[in-house]
């Protein structure tokens, strides 16, 4: 996988940014395309990277956030919220669905190209001694440029988990967890519990902590962590009750992270930050604009209506599948694929059968052939064909819907990725 020292450095000398990413993708073990292989367990190599660059980490004020579902639209809530109210944002989020620079903003804009060039050419001479992993260099990536740009309020989402999550070395001023679902369980634990406790990795010392739900496997996770911390807890649906507050984020499932995002806002603003409620409601109306999130509940056209969301796990998917009951339309079109790793005969199981179903395959290592998926498919009464890309799947789906029907895409993020993509 990696190239001896001197080919590594005569040609990362030369990189333009499009070269500058296919290094990244295939030189370096990166866990969306590859899975477990690439998950590693240990803070170890983020620690030495980030001290080889004179730890940017520690000059940024961070909020945190972890959890199995909610944590981008939480993330990007929160970053609109900051940038209305005059702060100078940063965002870490991942994974990106077009373009790699999605995953680090200032105040809703991608970090340029130019940076992503300099800073791959800056830690190559750690690359043979370090050997870090995609993510770890992503991480390192953003802590770098939100110190040089001088940010006022780091927003930094987890990747996979938190105790051994690559963005664990920061101490923030507010941690959140938004939820706890069956996801990674290959990594993360079988339970909910064990899973909570993996997230939990995220609450520190004297740091106060907002949790978005309450489960009773994972509650006393949570307080049990906060304790030994001497950490604030506050779970968010504890005091609040149904959110007043709208956003552009149509989701049902946003109805939860709403009221997460304003409880974290209540802790913020006890920790002097100055966060007015009309800044709240200003940045809640306006997330997509000002952040770039895409690909939640998203719209894509009207007649017939498009929709995609990236929703991919087990209480992913029932969420939607709660959102299209809710929706009216005279046919039902679903283009619909899978990885491997995820739960996904349960969740099969749960999808609607009242629609006709266009399965596809991501354009990822780990993306689960369209005809496994739709054989599978066919044992929960699913009617369908299968489709080699995401692209053929959604224009022959296109080409069968009317101007009243609705045709949703999703499954998996990189469902989401590809078709975005497609679109241009």
């Not at 780091?154 to 938004?178: K, M, Q, V, Y």
């Not at 266009?358 to 290592?365: D, E, L, N, R």
Request: a negative charge; one cysteine or more; proline letters at 3%.
């Amino acid at each position: 996988m990696w190239d001896n020292h001197n080919q590594l450095h005569a040609s990362l000398n030369t990189l333009n940014y499009s070269q500058t990413l296919d290094f990244l993708f295939s030189q370096l073990p990166m866990y969306q395309r590859f899975g477990t292989s690439a998950f590693k367990k240990d803070l170890t190599n983020i620690i030495a990277l980030c001290d080889a660059l004179g730890n940017p980490h520690r000059s940024l004020k961070c909020v945190h956030v972890a959890g199995t579902n909610g944590k981008g639209s939480v993330s990007h809530m929160l970053a609109s919220i900051f940038q209305t109210a005059g702060y100078k944002t940063g965002l870490y989020t991942s994974p990106h669905l077009i373009d790699f620079r999605e995953r680090i903003r200032v105040n809703g804009v991608c970090v340029s190209e130019e940076f992503v060039i300099r800073f791959v050419k800056e830690i190559e001479p750690h690359l043979q001694t370090i050997k870090p992993s995609f993510f770890e260099i992503t991480v390192a990536m953003a802590f770098q440029y939100f110190s040089k740009q001088e940010i006022e309020i780091a927003i930094i989402e987890t990747g996979l988990g938190g105790r051994l999550d690559s963005t664990n070395i920061i101490h923030p001023e507010l941690s959140i967890i938004t939820n706890i679902g069956y996801d990674h369980m290959d990594m993360l634990g079988e339970t909910l519990a064990e899973i909570a406790f993996e997230k939990a990795g995220i609450i520190k010392p004297n740091t106060p902590v907002v949790i978005g739900e309450r489960h009773n496997e994972t509650t006393e996770v949570f307080t049990k962590k906060a304790n030994e911390c001497e950490a604030d807890i506050m779970f968010a649906e504890d005091t609040l009750g149904e959110s007043l507050y709208a956003s552009d984020l149509k989701g049902y499932y946003q109805k939860a992270n709403i009221k997460t995002v304003i409880a974290s806002c209540h802790a913020l603003k006890q920790l002097g930050y100055d966060l007015t409620e009309n800044a709240i409601q200003r940045g809640l109306l306006n997330v997509a604009r000002n952040t770039g999130l895409m690909g939640r509940w998203q719209l894509i056209q009207h007649n017939p209506r498009v929709i995609c969301d990236t929703g991919h796990n087990t209480e992913g998917i029932q969420q939607i599948v709660k959102q299209l009951t809710n929706e009216s339309f005279q046919k039902l079109h679903i283009v619909f694929g899978q990885v491997v790793g995820k739960d996904y005969k349960n969740i099969l199981s749960l999808l609607p059968k009242n629609a006709t179903y266009y399965f596809t395959k991501p354009s990822v290592i780990r993306g689960l052939d369209e005809k496994e998926l739709l054989e599978q498919a066919v044992q929960f009464n699913l009617n369908g064909q299968s489709y080699s890309t995401v692209e053929k799947a959604y224009h022959t789906a296109k080409n069968a819907a009317n101007k009243n029907d609705l045709i949703y895409v999703g499954g998996s993020t990189f469902v989401v990725a590809d078709f975005l993509a497609s679109l241009g």
